[in-house]
C-alpha cells in the first residue's frame, strides 16, 4: 500500500511539475508523517472489550488474591501491646515521669502461641504515634558520616545532636540515632530460656554499604539527655544491626521494626514468657509498644492487604463484566447494532445531535420522514427498539396522526 | 548578489527593534494595510553632501531582522521567558527552595525549570535563525530559498555586506550597502536590488524612465514604471552627478508604500515629487541598464522595512481558559498549603521529644509560637507541593502546535493547490485549536468565494445587450425554478480567452461594423444624434454610422480608458496585458477582440490598433495622446482619461459604478438612462459586475483652464488627494452614457460543497461583500448560503421612503430617518425570527442587510437587536460594505455573542476584517498579500476551509484538550499523593518521593508520550472527519474541555491518589520478604512513585483513539527510563540507596505493581466504559460504525484530485501556467465601494502624473535622450 501510494503520489507531483520545469514546485513532499497517516491500531472500548477486560482482571486477581491471603494466613502472629502493662500499677498515673526515673523497669508478660509457629520466628517491635517520618526528624542524620569514618566531622545536618559539648562530633550524630529504640527482650518457654538472635536483621544494603566497616561510635547519647539507646563503641556501626533497622526510617507513624529472630519452633498452646526493659519513652506522645512475634510465608509477615485488595478487585470487576453484559443484552445501544449510516437517507446530524438513545431515533425519524420505516430499519435496530418504539408512541401522538411513524 | 532579501517580518509580536529604533513614528508595531500615522515635520536631505546631513543623524543601511544575536541573546530570551507567570512561579519556587524552610532540594524546582527554559531558548534560537518565513513576501526573491527555511541572521549580513556603486570623489566607489547613508547618490546596476529608498535621478532610458519589479513589495510580477524628473535627467556620468547639490525636502519615514511627499529643491527651482520618483528598497531594476539615484530613506527607516509586521499576537480562547484553569490550581494549591499549615501548627508540640523541640529550635518548628510555625509551613508546602502547576505544559503546548502547524498544516497535501503551487501556511501556531471551535465565518465574496477570474460577458450598448452567454447563477436559478436550460453550443465566433467568454456574432470578427444598432439611435448618443433624432427615417445611412460610431466610443472607451500596461510581442495572440485588477484586463482584452488592439504604451500615448469602418475593415495604428489620469479609487469609484485624438479632439472617457456615472450624465437620454439601468439590474442578478462607461467631448478652451487647476492641485503638497478629487469633479461632469460592461465573476471551486459542509459542521457562514445586495445574494445562492426554502429578511436602504428623504438631502434627517427605518426593520423580523423559532419545524432564516443600514444597525443602541436577530438567523449577507464594518461586524459576534469567529478574505479590504477576527485566513496563491500578511492561516481555495477546520482544527482541538487534561491531570495525581502523605507526617512537609524522582517526573518520566499523543492522536480519520461534519459541533460546544470535563480528571486524580498512598503504605506495614525485613521510608516511596509513573503512562495510553508504534515507544520508554534511572541513581544515591533492589527481592513487589496500577485505572475504565455505553460522544459513534474499515482511503481520493484535472481545472491550470500578472487587489471591484484605495496611487503611475508632463510635449515630443556613458 504504502509503495503505491508513494509512487502514485510521485506521479501527480510529476504532472504539477511537467507544465513548469523550471518553476520550484512548493508541493509538499508526501510522507505518513506530515499527512498524519502513521499506520496506528485504533482501539475501541467496545461493550465486549469492556466485559472482557473485566473477565481478564477477575481471571487473573481473584487466584493472585486467594493465593494472597493463603500466603498470609499462613503466617502465624502474636501480638502483645505492653506500654501500660510494664508500668507498675502505682505509676500509672504519671508514666513520663516513672519512664524518666531510674526505677527498675523490667516487666514480665506472657504470651500464648495460638497456633504452632515454624522457626524462625521474627521479633518485633511496633510503635505507634511516632514519626519517624517528621521532616525536623528524616533530615537529621549523616548518611557521609555513617559511611566512612574520615567523614566524621560531617554532621551539619544533625543539629541539635550534632556535636558533644567539647568533645567532637557525635558518631552516629542526628535526632534518629539519638532516639535509638532500647526496649530489650528476652524470651523463654518453661523456664527455659530462647536465644535471640540479632544478626541479619537489617537489609544487606545497609550493612555493606551505608554503615561503615571502620567507623565506631563516637561520644554516642553523650549529651545532657539520653535519647534512648546507648551502643557499644568497640563494634563498627556495619554490626550494629538495631541502628541499621531503626535508621531505616519508617513511612508512617505506625512502624514495626525487626528486633531478632528466634531460631527454634514453638508449638500451638505454648506460653512465652517475656522478659523485657521497658526503657523506651513513648509514654511523652502517648505511643503504644506492642512486641510482634511472627512466621513468615513466601508472601512475608502477616498482612491480608494484599490478598483482599486482589480478591475485592478481582470480585468487583466480575461483578461488572455481569453487569455490562446484562446491560449489553437488554439495553444495548444503537450504534453497536446497525451501521446506521447506511440507511438510505441517513444524514447523521439527528442521530449525533440528539438520539443517543431510542427516543432520539424516533426524533430522527420525525426529521427525516422519508426513512423506510418498515422491516428493514426494524432489522437495523433491533426488535428492541420496537418495544421502547412502542412505549414512546403516546408522546409522539402528534407524529402518529401526521402518519409519519405509523408504520411503527 | 545576494539574492536574498529583507522579508517582512513574521507575525509573531515582536519588539524586537524598538530599542534601536528612534524615529519619531510612534511605533513599530504597524500593520500593513493600516497607514501609520504620519510624524509631523518634514526631513531635509542634502543630497550628495555628507557634512551637510551629518548633524541630523540619520540612521544606517544596515539591518538586523533576528530577534537576538549573540550577546543579547540570553538576556533577552530569558526575559522573554519570565514574561510567562509559570516560569516566574517556578522561579520563586525555585528560590523558595534554597532557602532552610524548603523540604526539598533546590534541585527539585531548578532542574525541570532549567530543562523547560532550555527547550524554550532553543526552540526560539531555532526559530530567530533558521527561521520558517512567515510571510510571503520575499518568497519570490529568495533565489537560494530552496527551501522555506533561511538563515535570518546570515542573511542579514550577506546583504548589510553587498557591495553597491556610491559616488564618492568623482567615482563610482563599491560600498558595502550598510556604509550607505541618507543624501548618497549612488547607482544601481539592471537586475540589482535597490539598497535604500531612493530619489530617482537619471536613467540610461529614454526619457528617465526606469522598469522596476516590485515583487518583494507587494507580490506582484509586473514591470511598473518609474520616471526621474526631467531637470535631473542629465546627472548620470560620474563627474555630472557630482554637481547635483539638491535639496530634498520630504516626508518623515512611514509604512506607506504607495504615497510620498516631498519636494526637491534644485537650481532655486522647487520641483514637487511623487511616488512616481522614489525607487523603494526591495524592488529591483529590470530592463534599465543602470540608474543613478539619491538615498532618502536607510535600514529601518526604509518603507518596506517599516512595513515589517508586528501582528499582535493572539492567543486562542482554550489558551485563555487554560489560564482559569492554571488559577484553579493554584487555588488548590493554597488550600493544600493552608490545610498542611494550620495542621502543623496544631500537631507541633513538645511531647515529640525525639524532636528535640525543647532546645533552642528553628522558628519553624518552635512550638511556642505555633503562628510562625504554620506561617513557614505554609511555605514549605509551597515548595512541596510545586508540582502541581504543571511547569512542562506550556513548552509542551508549543512545542506539539509547532509541529502541529509546520508539519502537517503545512504540508497537508489535501490543501496544496497544484494550479497555484501554493500550499497551505500556518503563520502563527498559537491558534491551532481555535480552528476545531469556530461558529462563525465571516467570508469576503470576490476571490474568496469566487475566482476573481474577471471574464468578459457581456455589454450593453446604447441600449442593446450584447452577449449570449449564460452565466452559471442563471442556470443554477433556472435549475431551481425547474426550468431545462441547454447548454447552448458554442457557435465558431467564440472567443474564449483569458479575461474573454464573449460570443455575440453581432460583435465579433468586426461584424459590429453592419451592426445598424437602431435602438441606439432613437437615443441622443452622440454629436450627431441630435440630428438623427430629427431625420430618423430619412438617412439610413447616418444612422448606420451613428450606431457604428457609439459602439466605437464604447470600444475606444475600452482600449484607453484605463491604466494596463501591454507586454510581451505587440501581437493580439501574444501580448499580455498587466493591469491593476483583473476586471481591467478583461476590458482591454475585449476591447482587441473587437478590433481595438491596445498594444503599446509611452508615458504619454496609447497605441491602438483599430480596424476603423471608415476605412472598410483596414487595420490602421491610431495613437491617442493621454493627457490625463484620474484615478480610481475607492471615494471616487471611477476612472477617467483625457485624451487627444490624432485629429485633436479632445474627449474625456469614464467608466465607473453606475450611481457615480449617473449622478455625472448630462440631461436628457432618460430612455437610454432606463434601458441601460435595467441592463445593469439583469447583470447584477446574473452575478454578474458592471461598469458603466461614459465620455464627454471638451473645447480646449474648457480643457486648458481645467488643466491648470489640476496642475495646480497635482503640485500642492497637503492634502494633494483631495483636492486632485475636487478637480476631478469639475471635469467629470455632463457626461453622455455609451454603454455598460459585464463581467463575470467566476465562483471558486468547491465552494457550495464546502459551505454545505461547513453548515453540517454548525458553522455559520456570514458574506461580507462590497458588492451590490443583487450581486452578493445571488452569490449566496450559488454558493447555498441561502436557498428558496429559507426566510429572507431584506433590510436594504434602497426603499423608496429612504430615498425619498435622501432626495431632500437635509444630512441630520437622513440619518435620523434611516435609523428609525432600520430600527423598525429589525424589530419586525426579530419578531419575525422569534415566531419562526418557536414552532418547531419553521423554515431557517437568513438575513441580508447593505451597508449604509448596517452602519446605523451597529449603533450602539441598535447592537442587541442586530445581533439578536443575526445569531438567529441561518445564513447572513452583508453587501455594500466598507472593510471598517466588516471588521465592525465581526467584532460585533466575536464580542458579542462569544462565538469563536474566523474571517476569510484575500485583498486589502479584508485585512482589518482578518485581524478583528479570532482565526484570519488569508487567501494565498493568485492574489496578492496583503490579507495573508494579516492572517493568521493562508489557504489557496475557500475549500480548504473544510481540511483547515473539520480536520487539523479538529484533532488539535481534541489533541490539545487532551494534552491540557492529561498535564493536569498527572501533576495532580502526583501532588495529591505528598497531600495524603503530609498528613501522617505531623504536617511537617517532608517530603514523600526523593527530590529527583519528583524533578524529573514533569521533565523525564512524563513529558514525551503526552506530547505524542499531542501530534498523533486521532478519533477519526480525516475523511469521515470531513463525511461527518457534524463531529465538529463537539469543538464548537467545547465538550473536551468544561469544568465538568476538567472535574472528572480530578475525582479521576483523587482516587487515583488515594489508591496510590493507601494501598502502598497499608500493604508494606508488616515484614516484606521471607526474612521478615521491614521496610522504610524511601523504600515505600519509591514503590509509590513506580506505581505512579506506570499508572500515569498507561492511562495516557486508555485516552488515547489511535495508538502508534510511537505510542508504544514514549509510553514504554518513560516507564523504562523510570527503572534504568532508580537502578542507576539508586546505586549513587544514599537516600535511596539500594532501594530498587531492596524492592525488587521482595515477592510484595511485583505484586503491587501489577495491583495498584490496575486498582487506579479500574476506575477511569469503568467511568470511561460507562460513558461510551450510555454517554457516547459523537466521534465514537462514528468510531463504532466504521471501525471495521481501514483508514487508508484517505490517500485514493487525493490521488483522484491530483491526477484527474476536470476540463475546467484544466483550463485554469493553463492559466497558472501563464505569467503571474493578477494583481494584488482582490476584484478590484470598479462598482463596489468597499475596497479601500490602497494602491490607487499607484495606478497613476503609468501615465504621466505631472501636468507639466503635458506642456513639455509641445516642446519635447519623443527626443529620444541619448544616455551618455560614463
Known amino acids: 500500500m504504502s509503495s503505491h501510494t508513494a509512487s502514485s503520489s510521485n506521479g501527480g507531483n510529476g504532472s504539477g511539475d511537467s507544465g513548469v520545469p523550471k518553476r520550484n514546485s512548493k508541493r509538499p513532499k508526501y510522507s505518513k508523517f506530515t499527512q498524519q497517516e502513521l499506520p496506528a491500531c485504533k482501539p475501541i472500548l467496545t461493550p465486549r472489550w469492556v466485559v472482557s477486560a473485566f473477565l481478564l482482571v477477575a481471571i487473573v486477581f481473584i487466584p493472585i488474591g486467594i493465593a494472597c491471603l493463603i500466603g498470609s494466613r499462613d503466617v502465624v502472629e502474636v501480638v502483645e501491646r505492653y506500654e501500660t502493662k510494664c508500668i507498675p500499677v502505682l505509676n500509672r498515673t504519671d508514666k513520663v515521669q516513672f519512664i524518666q526515673s531510674a526505677a527498675d523497669k523490667t516487666c514480665r508478660i506472657s504470651m500464648t502461641i495460638p497456633k504452632r509457629m515454624k522457626q524462625p520466628i521474627y521479633v518485633y517491635y511496633q510503635l505507634d504515634n511516632f514519626y519517624q517520618n517528621h521532616r525536623r526528624y528524616v533530615k537529621s542524620r549523616s548518611d557521609e558520616q555513617l559511611k566512612s569514618a574520615s567523614k566524621e566531622n560531617d554532621t551539619s545536618a544533625c543539629k541539635p545532636e550534632d556535636i558533644a559539648n567539647g568533645r567532637g562530633a557525635i558518631v552516629p550524630c542526628g535526632l534518629i540515632a539519638w532516639s535509638l529504640f532500647n526496649d530489650t527482650y528476652s524470651f523463654s518457654r518453661q523456664n527455659q530460656s530462647l536465644t535471640v538472635n540479632k544478626m541479619g536483621i537489617a537489609w544487606k544494603s545497609d550493612k555493606q554499604k551505608r554503615f561503615g566497616k571502620n567507623v565506631f561510635p563516637k561520644n554516642f547519647q553523650g549529651g545532657g539527655l539520653v535519647g534512648g539507646a546507648t551502643l557499644n563503641e568497640s563494634i563498627p556501626l556495619s554490626e550494629q544491626e538495631d541502628l541499621m533497622v531503626w535508621m531505616r526510617t519508617a513511612a508512617l507513624p505506625t512502624f514495626r521494626k525487626l528486633y531478632g529472630k528466634i531460631e527454634v519452633d514453638l508449638e500451638e498452646k505454648e506460653v512465652i514468657n517475656v522478659t523485657l526493659m521497658n526503657y523506651y519513652n513513648t509514654y511523652s506522645f502517648n505511643g503504644k509498644k506492642k512486641l510482634v512475634l511472627s512466621t513468615t510465608s513466601w508472601i512475608g509477615g502477616r498482612n491480608d492487604f494484599l490478598g483482599i485488595a486482589y480478591l475485592t478487585v478481582g470480585m468487583i470487576c466480575f461483578a461488572l463484566s455481569m453487569g455490562f453484559t446484562i446491560v449489553y443484552f437488554v439495553k444495548p445501544r444503537l450504534a453497536f447494532y446497525g451501521d446506521l449510516a447506511t440507511l438510505p437517507s441517513y444524514h447523521g446530524t439527528e442521530v449525533l445531535d440528539r438520539t443517543k438513545n431510542v427516543h432520539g431515533i424516533l426524533l430522527m425519524f420525525k426529521a427525516h420522514p422519508s426513512l423506510p420505516i418498515g422491516t428493514e430499519a426494524l432489522h437495523h435496530f433491533g426488535t428492541s427498539l420496537l418495544i421502547v418504539t412502542l412505549m414512546s408512541m403516546e408522546c409522539l401522538k402528534h407524529d402518529i396522526d401526521s402518519g409519519r411513524i405509523l408504520m411503527v | ?1270
Not at chain 2, 1035 to 1052: D, E, L, P, Y
Open chain 2, 1 to 1270: 548578489m545576494s539574492g536574498g532579501w529583507e522579508r517582512l517580518r513574521g507575525s509573531r509580536s515582536r519588539t524586537t527593534h524598538d530599542s534601536s529604533f528612534h524615529t519619531p513614528a510612534p511605533s513599530r508595531t504597524v500593520t500593513l494595510g493600516r497607514v501609520q500615522p504620519q510624524a509631523p515635520g518634514h526631513r531635509t536631505i542634502y543630497c550628495n553632501d555628507r557634512e551637510a546631513n551629518l548633524p541630523v543623524r540619520f540612521k544606517g543601511n544596515s539591518i538586523s531582522t533576528t530577534k537576538y544575536n549573540f550577546l543579547t541573546f540570553l538576556p533577552k530570551g530569558l526575559f522573554e521567558q519570565f514574561r510567562r507567570v509559570a516560569n516566574c512561579y517556578f522561579l520563586l519556587i525555585s528560590i523558595l527552595s534554597m532557602t532552610p524552610i524548603s523540604p526539598v532540594n533546590p534541585v527539585t524546582n531548578v532542574v525541570p525549570l532549567s530543562l523547560v527554559l532550555l527547550v524554550s531558548l532553543i526552540k526560539e534560537a531555532f526559530e530567530d535563525w533558521v527561521s520558517v518565513i512567515h510571510g510571503c513576501i520575499g518568497l519570490q526573491a529568495l533565489p537560494f530559498d530552496s527551501s522555506f527555511a533561511i538563515k535570518r541572521f546570515q542573511n542579514d549580513m550577506v546583504i548589510n555586506n553587498t557591495l553597491i556603486d556610491v559616488l564618492q570623489n568623482e567615482k563610482w566607489v563599491a560600498l558595502p550597502w550598510k556604509k550607505l547613508q541618507v543624501g548618497d547618490i549612488i547607482r544601481v546596476k539592471q537586475d540589482a536590488f535597490f539598497p535604500a529608498d531612493l530619489l530617482f535621478l537619471a536613467s540610461t532610458n529614454a526619457d528617465g524612465v526606469c522598469y522596476i519589479e516590485t515583487a518583494n513589495l507587494d507580490g506582484e510580477t509586473n514591470l511598473k514604471i518609474r520616471k526621474a524628473l526631467e531637470r535631473t535627467w542629465d546627472y548620470l556620468t560620474p563627474d555630472k552627478a557630482t554637481e547635483f547639490k539638491g535639496e530634498i525636502q520630504c516626508e518623515q519615514p512611514n509604512n506607506s508604500l504607495y504615497t510620498f511627499t516631498g519636494n526637491l529643491i534644485f537650481q532655486k527651482q522647487t520641483l514637487p515629487l511623487s511616488p512616481n520618483q522614489i525607487l523603494l528598497r526591495g524592488c529591483s531594476l529590470r530592463n534599465t541598464e543602470y540608474i543613478v539615484g539619491a538615498v532618502i530613506f536607510t535600514g529601518h527607516e526604509t518603507k518596506v522595512m517599516m512595513n515589517s509586521m508586528n501582528v499582535p499576537s493572539k492567543r486562542s480562547t482554550l489558551e485563555r481558559k487554560l489560564d482559569k484553569l492554571i488559577l484553579a490550581l493554584f487555588a488548590t494549591l493554597f488550600i493544600m498549603c493552608l490545610i498542611g499549615a494550620i495542621g502543623s501548627g496544631i500537631f507541633i508540640n513538645r511531647k515529640y521529644y525525639y524532636l528535640s523541640l525543647d532546645k533552642a529550635v528553628a522558628t519553624e518548628f518552635n512550638p511556642s509560637n505555633r503562628f510562625a510555625v504554620a506561617a513557614l509551613t505554609l511555605f514549605t508546602l509551597i515548595t512541596l507541593y510545586s508540582t502541581i502547576i504543571p511547569i512542562s505544559l506550556y513548552v509542551s503546548i508549543e512545542m506539539i502546535k509547532f509541529i502541529q502547524s509546520t508539519q502537517f498544516i503545512n504540508k497537508d497535501l489535501h490543501m496544496y493547490h497544484a494550479e497555484t503551487n501554493t500550499p497551505a501556511l500556518a503563520r502563527t501556531s498559537n491558534l491551532n485549536e481555535e480552528l476545531g471551535q469556530v461558529e462563525y465565518i465571516f467570508s469576503d465574496k470576490t476571490g474568496t468565494l469566487t475566482r476573481n477570474l474577471m471574464e468578459f460577458f457581456k455589454c450593453s450598448i446604447g441600449g442593446e445587450v450584447y452577449g449570449s452567454g449564460v452565466t452559471e447563477i442563471e442556470l443554477g436559478g433556472a435549475q431551481r425554478n425547474g426550468i431545462k436550460v441547454q447548454e447552448v453550443r458554442k457557435s465558431s465566433t467564440a472567443i474564449h480567452e483569458k479575461g474573454f467568454n464573449f460570443d455575440d456574432h453581432r460583435l465579433m470578427r468586426g461584424a459590429w461594423r453592419n451592426e445598424p444598432n437602431f435602438d441606439t439611435c432613437k437615443d441622443r448618443a452622440f454629436v450627431l444624434s441630435i440630428f438623427i433624432r430629427n431625420y430618423l427615417l430619412k438617412t439610413v445611412l447616418l444612422v448606420l454610422v451613428a450606431g457604428t460610431l457609439i459602439i466605437m466610443e464604447f470600444f475606444r472607451c475600452l482600449a484607453i480608458c484605463h491604466t494596463v500596461l501591454p507586454e510581451g510581442d505587440e501581437s493580439p495572440e501574444k501580448i499580455t496585458y498587466q493591469a491593476a485588477s483583473p476586471d481591467e484586463a478583461a476590458l482591454v482584452t475585449a476591447a482587441k477582440n473587437f478590433g481595438f488592439f491596445f498594444y503599446r504604451r509611452t508615458p504619454t500615448m496609447i497605441h491602438v490598433r483599430e480596424s476603423h469602418v471608415e476605412k472598410m475593415g483596414k487595420i490602421q495604428d491610431v495613437a491617442y495622446e493621454i493627457l490625463n489620469v484620474l484615478e480610481f479609487n475607492s471615494t471616487r469609484k471611477r476612472q477617467s482619461v483625457v485624451c487627444r485624438y490624432p485629429n485633436g479632439r479632445l474627449v474625456l472617457y469614464c467608466k465607473g459604478a453606475d450611481t457615480v456615472i449617473y449622478e455625472r450624465l448630462a440631461g436628457g437620454n432618460d430612455d437610454l438612462k432606463k434601458v441601460t439601468r435595467a441592463h445593469l439590474e439583469q447583470f447584477g442578478s446574473a452575478g454578474l459586475r458592471t461598469l458603466c462607461l461614459a465620455y464627454r467631448d471638451l473645447s480646449p478652451d474648457t480643457y486648458e483652464s481645467w488643466n491648470e487647476k489640476f496642475i495646480q492641485a497635482k503640485s500642492s503638497l497637503r492634502d494633494r488627494e483631495k483636492k486632485l478629487d475636487e478637480v476631478a469633479e469639475l471635469v467629470e461632469r455632463d457626461l453622455i452614457l455609451i454603454g455598460s460592461t459585464a463581467i463575470e465573476d467566476k465562483l471558486q471551486e468547491g465552494v457550495p460543497a464546502c459551505i454545505e459542509t461547513l453548515f453540517r459542521a454548525g458553522i455559520k457562514v456570514w458574506v461580507l461583500t462590497g458588492d451590490k445586495m443583487e450581486t452578493a445574494i445571488n452569490i449566496a445562492y450559488a454558493c447555498n448560503l441561502i436557498n428558496n426554502d429559507m426566510k429572507q429578511f431584506i433590510i436594504s436602504s434602497e426603499t423608496d421612503a429612504i430615498r425619498e428623504v435622501e432626495n431632500r438631502g437635509d444630512q441630520v434627517e437622513i440619518a435620523r430617518f434611516i435609523k428609525e427605518e432600520v430600527k423598525k426593520e429589525l424589530k419586525k423580523c426579530l419578531e419575525e425570527a422569534q415566531h419562526y423559532l418557536r414552532t418547531v419545524s419553521g423554515p431557517k432564516l437568513a438575513l441580508v442587510i447593505d451597508g449604509k443600514c448596517l452602519m446605523y444597525a451597529l449603533d450602539p443602541t441598535l447592537r442587541v437587536m442586530l445581533l439578536n436577530l443575526s445569531l438567529n438567523c441561518h445564513s447572513v449577507v452583508c453587501c455594500r460594505v466598507s472593510p471598517l464594518q466588516k471588521a465592525q461586524v465581526t467584532s460585533l459576534v466575536k464580542k458579542g455573542a462569544r462565538k469563536i469567529t474566523l474571517s476569510i478574505g484575500d485583498g486589502a479590504n479584508d485585512v482589518s476584517m482578518i485581524q478583528a477576527a479570532h482565526i484570519g485566513v488569508g487567501i494565498s496563491g493568485l492574489e496578492g498579500m496583503q490579507a495573508v500578511m494579516a492572517s493568521d492561516f493562508a489557504i489557496a481555495q475557500f475549500r480548504f476551509l473544510t481540511d483547515l477546520l473539520l480536520v487539523h482544527g479538529r484533532w488539535s482541538y481534541l489533541r490539545i484538550c487532551k494534552v491540557i487534561t492529561y498535564f493536569f491531570y498527572k501533576n495532580l495525581t502526583f501532588t495529591l499523593t505528598q497531600f495524603w502523605f503530609t498528613f501522617q507526617t505531623g504536617f511537617s512537609g517532608q517530603r514523600f518521593y526523593d527530590d529527583w524522582f519528583q524533578s524529573l517526573y514533569n521533565v523525564i518520566f512524563t513529558a514525551l508520550p503526552v506530547i505524542i499523543v499531542g501530534l498523533f492522536d486521532k478519533d477519526v480519520s480525516a475523511s469521515l472527519s470531513k463525511k461527518y461534519p457534524e463531529l465538529y459541533k463537539e469543538g464548537i460546544r467545547n465538550v473536551f474541555f468544561k469544568w465538568r470535563v476538567v472535574i472528572t480528571w480530578a475525582w479521576s486524580s483523587v482516587y487515583q491518589s488515594l489508591v496510590f498512598y493507601h494501598f502502598v503504605t497499608t500493604s508494606s506495614a508488616s515484614g516484606k520478604n521471607s526474612s521478615g525485613k521491614i521496610f522504610g521510608l524511601w523504600d515505600v516511596s519509591t514503590m509509590a512513585f513506580t506505581c505512579v509513573v506506570i499508572t500515569v503512562n498507561l492511562r495516557l495510553l486508555m485516552m488515547c483513539n489511535s495508538i502508534t508504534r510511537w505510542h508504544y515507544i514514549s509510553v514504554g520508554g518513560s516507564i523504562l527510563a523510570w527503572f534504568l534511572f532508580i537502578f542507576v541513581y539508586s546505586v549513587l544515591r544514599e537516600n535511596v540507596f539500594f532501594v530498587i533492589f531492596v524492592l525488587m527481592s521482595t515477592i510484595y513487589f511485583y505484586l503491587s505493581v501489577l495491583l495498584v496500577p490496575i486498582v487506579a485505572l479500574l476506575g477511569d475504565f469503568i467511568y470511561q466504559g460507562i460513558q461510551r455505553c450510555f454517554f457516547p460522544y459523537d466521534y465514537q459513534i462514528i468510531q463504532e460504525i466504521h471501525r471495521h474499515e481501514p483508514d487508508d482511503n484517505t490517500r485514493a481520493g487525493l490521488l483522484d484530485v491530483g491526477s484527474q484535472l476536470t476540463p475546467q481545472e484544466e483550463r485554469s491550470y493553463a492559466i497558472s501556467q501563464l505569467p503571474r500578472e493578477l494583481s494584488k487587489h482582490t476584484g478590484f471591484a470598479f462598482d463596489s465601494p468597499g475596497y479601500e484605495s490602497f494602491f490607487a496611487a499607484q495606478l497613476g503611475v503609468y501615465a504621466p502624473q505631472k501636468a507639466w508632463d503635458v506642456a513639455r510635449r509641445a516642446s519635447m515630443k519623443s527626443k529620444p535622450k541619448t544616455p551618455k556613458r560614463n
